[in-house]
């Protein structure tokens, strides 16, 4: 079973600063299998990327994954007062299985 | 537009088992390749994926954590899928999801659509 973890576990920053966000897996991901979710408070999470970086429907270009094997960053570019929010990574396996990363916080400093 | 709608008891008592249903609408649950998923998530904790049940074929598959307490089963009649958690205990208590696993281009995409959650505390 592959464990993913994320660092930080708080991220504190200004609007307009950019913002870094890692999900390290226990082991290599199968084939390009890590998403990206934003969850803003009480709110049910949102696909963001997918296939390590391509934006779902709808998402601003100021959001952009990368990475390969092991590493991935979530990179925000510019943020936006709505981007203030927990963000998870996700991959899965053949079968398909599912696993979540414990989250990255992203809070107005 | 496809909705989720997750449904059941919002209190179950510890060693009883914790049942709940999906409904969707705008979407037939056996049409397309998909995997109905449910994900649940303890109060100010992440994620948890439980498992999925596969949309045409109906073999599920489960969170290697929890596969000997889970059930996800099919309803394509009433066109929903239904969650089944025994032996519950109090670290069952959470946000239960219900959620479809996206595909694009035959390749899949992750969770898209999610329905808006059921807390379920489990209590004497």
């Known amino acids: 079973e592959i464990v993913l973890t994320q660092s930080p576990g708080t991220l504190s920053l200004s609007p307009g600063e950019r913002a870094t966000l890692s999900c390290r897996a226990s082991e290599s991901i199968l084939y390009d299998h890590l998403a990206w979710y934003q969850q803003r408070p009480g709110q049910v999470p949102r696909l963001l990327i997918y296939?390590?970086?391509t934006r779902a429907t709808g998402i601003p270009d100021r959001f952009s994954g990368s990475g390969s094997g092991t590493d991935f960053t979530l990179t925000i570019s510019r943020l936006e007062p709505e981007d203030f929010a927990v963000y998870y990574c996700q991959q899965y396996g053949r079968s398909p299985e599912f696993s979540f990363g414990p989250g990255t916080k992203v809070e107005i400093k | 537009q496809m909705q989720l709608q997750e449904s059941g008891p919002g209190l179950v008592k510890p060693s009883q088992t914790l049942s709940l249903t999906c409904v969707v609408s705008?979407?037939?649950?056996?049409?397309?390749?998909?995997?109905w998923s449910w994900i649940r998530q303890p109060a100010g904790k992440g994620l948890e994926w439980i498992g999925h049940?596969?949309?045409?074929?109906?073999?599920?598959n489960y969170n290697p954590s929890l596969k000997t307490r889970v059930t996800i089963s099919g309803d394509s009649a009433k066109n929903q899928f239904s969650l089944e958690v025994r032996s519950v205990t109090a670290t069952d208590t959470a946000v239960y999801y219900c959620?479809?696993?996206?595909?694009?281009?035959?390749?899949?995409?992750?969770?898209?659509?999610w329905g808006q959650g059921t807390l379920v505390t489990v209590s004497s």
């Open positions: 049940i596969h949309s045409t074929s109906g073999v599920p």
């Open positions: 959620a479809r696993v996206d595909f694009s281009s035959g390749r899949i995409v992750g969770f898209g659509p």
């Open positions: 705008g979407d037939s649950i056996n049409t397309d390749t998909s995997y």
């Open positions: 296939g390590i970086s």
